[in-house]
């Protein structure tokens, strides 16, 4: 079992991208068995997770935008979420936007901090379509914010206009209205990816945890080729620290990540 994820990560890491400064707040590394995933063959195991586990993560990304705005990009467990807020020195009421990739609880349970809403002053954006397909424990978590609460349509073919400089496109499949955000030449893309090691090399893998596999593999497929097409960096919330990347072909109708210094 590889630990040099663990022993060399931290929890905040910070990226600048042309106009914005992107910050990583981490609930921390883990190590994930292969078990719960679709597709995979003998000769996949071999090659990418001999020991049938791979690194992970559960992040979520700050992103302080040239206007000056606070924007979360999920919110993880909300485990850590206060702490590393807090080391980097942004308080929960400032807080101006929430922009929510879907609706999974290791995403959107740091909405609400000891039974009540944990960003007051917040603008929740979700879209339109993961809005209608939410459960009994999303309703109660967005129930908080119903006077906050943003439902849009995002870029189907390319990305469209939200919040400030920052832009959404649909990546359905996962859940059915799973979303990501692109800011400047850097796409965060929720959960594109789940388990890095096996997935990027062979992104037809799927995970039991997408609502619908062929379309999550589909729009994985579509986006990952959208990244290296505009030459984007990606930003992840199950990709080991730092969680920043390049996205590169690998020759073999698969891709290879490269973690930003
Ligand atoms: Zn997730």
Redesign the pocket.
Known sequence: MSLAFATTAQNTFTFNTKTAEIVLLSEGQRVSNINNLIGLTPQIIAETAPENSVPGA?NAFLIRTAGGKNVLVDTGHGRELFNNLKSVGVSPDKIDALLITHL?G??INGLVKDGTRAFVNAKLYLSKKEYDSAGENALKILGFYSSDLILFEPGEESPDNLYEDIRSMACYGHTPGHTIFIIDNLVIWG?LI?AMAVQMPYPGVAIT?DSDPKMAVESRLKMLEYIVNNQLYSAG??LPYPAIGRVKSNGKNGYIFTPVE
Do not use: I
């Open positions: 559960t999974h290791d995403h959960d789940h945890y919330m199950h």
